[in-house]
């Protein structure tokens, strides 16, 4: 099986490369990038990695996707300087500047649908039989619209749902790889809930919710406080912070120093001519670089609540990297398994149409991914999912259409957006920085 990784310049990719290392699935990697420095410095950190499929670097699109098997698009258009441009404007208007998440979230959205839809384009032209793992964000919008050129070949991906499963297994004091295990997760990407916890049909989750102790011993526990959960009854996606705690957030990103974007902008700036310029050390340099990455992830959400330092276990990177080569496995083999993936809804939940993507447990095998049964969402989670659908949707008309009324629309629509005139000032301000 060939992968062909687009953005295969990007500073995660030798995550994605480790993991493949004794796994006989993939048998060759392509990696595409449009920035030949990017390719090169990622190369120097590949060769150092034993055990791995032979690699190679490509700059042409149509022939990086030649005869793939799998494709995994990780894509940052515009690079990081775009992404400080998405989370400046935001905050130049009061409102939260965040990559995924509000008004940043959507410019993001704005510049990337284009492309992903290009891209799309050319995997029906050149690999029509390519199965698309989508990682770009916003990952939920990006794969909607991917799929209404590739249909059921793309699915989006994302570390964050199987992260929050695994540390609430743990703190409930239940092992997640083990047979009788189960779960029931519901949401859009970035926007979920883990809504019951089992083990034998047992649900441990109201135990842990009453357990302030074992609350205080994973993330999200720290992140949300007990008596939040408690009150909610569910455990949230991480970047639920962003909505339930938006005061506390926004006033912790404009008290930073630098916004994430900024320091992701300097730190990868950095690794990338140093590692370029000694080739020989470029894995060191990375392995270093990524260690210090991962210990300052939600670093402004950590800081709203309190202040706190992420786990020593989080801290390995391991995530979306292991998500994507489970999938790869289960559809390349038919090794059949359950998985929290973004795909079209179906008749999951019958509240949003059949096309419309959602994140939620998925059947995977070598039919691809079918969402399975879930609890009904109660008012507050499919409210929040439907506001947050018709801002992705409205974004992806816009992106298609070039509509300034649709673009206005997906911006102005945002939870974390409050003001259609605040909204219009963000979408010229950023339409000026192009």
């Not at 940052?76 to 409102?95: F, K, S």
Request: glycine fraction near 10%; proline fraction near 7%; hydrophobic fraction near 45%.
């Amino acid at each position: 099986m060939r992968l062909t990784i687009l953005g295969g310049g990007g500073f995660r990719v030798p995550l994605v490369y480790r993991a493949l290392v004794g796994d006989p699935t993939v048998s060759e990697v392509v990696l595409y990038d449009t920035d030949p420095r990017r390719l090169r410095v990622i190369m120097a950190v590949l060769g150092t990695v034993k055990g791995g499929p032979p690699v190679r670097a490509a700059t042409d699109l149509p022939d990086a996707l030649s005869k793939a098997d799998f494709v995994f698009s990780a894509i940052r258009v515009g690079g990081t300087p775009a992404r400080v441009t998405d989370e400046r404007i935001p905050l130049h208007e009061g409102v939260l500047g965040q990559e995924t998440v509000g008004a940043g979230g959507v410019l993001y959205g704005l510049r990337t649908l284009p492309v992903a839809m290009s891209i799309a384009e050319t995997v029906e032209a050149v690999a029509p039989r390519a199965w698309v793992i989508n990682f770009t964000n916003p990952a939920g919008m990006v794969t909607e619209a991917m799929t209404r050129v590739l249909g059921e070949r793309v699915i989006g991906i994302c570390d964050s749902p199987v992260g929050l499963v695994r540390r609430a297994a743990r703190a409930a004091g239940a092992d997640p790889d083990a047979p009788g295990f189960g779960y029931d997760y519901v949401g859009l990407n970035h926007l979920g809930w883990l809504r019951r916890l089992t083990v034998d049909g047992t649900d441990l989750l109201p135990g842990l919710l009453a357990d302030p102790t074992a609350l205080g011993s994973f993330e999200e526990g720290r992140l949300f406080g007990p008596a939040w959960l408690q009150a909610l009854g569910s455990l949230p996606n991480e970047y639920l912070h962003y909505y339930y705690f938006r005061r506390e957030s926004l006033a912790a990103v404009r008290a930073a120093d630098t916004t994430r974007g900024e320091f992701l902008d300097h730190q990868q700036s950095a690794f990338f001519a140093a590692a370029d310029a000694a080739p020989g050390d470029a894995y060191e340099l990375w392995e270093r670089t990524r260690r210090e990455r991962e210990e300052t992830y939600m670093a402004d959400s950590r800081a709203a609540s309190g202040g706190w330092q992420r786990d020593p276990h989080d801290l390995d990177g391991g995530g979306y990297d292991r998500v994507a080569l489970a999938l790869m496995r289960a559809i390349a083999r038919d090794e059949r398994t359950t998985l929290i993936l973004n795909v079209p809804n179906g008749g999951a939940l019958p509240f949003l149409d059949p096309a419309a993507v959602v994140e939620v447990p998925c059947a995977v095998g070598a039919f691809g991914a079918r969402p399975l049964p879930v609890a009904a969402p109660d008012e507050h989670q499919a409210g929040l999912m439907l506001a947050l659908k018709a801002v992705e949707r409205a974004a992806i008309e816009a992106a298609a259409t070039g509509s300034r009324r649709a673009a206005l629309r997906a911006l102005a629509l945002h939870p974390l957006v409050d003001s259609p005139a605040v909204a219009a000032r963000i979408l010229t301000a950023a339409h000026a920085g192009r």
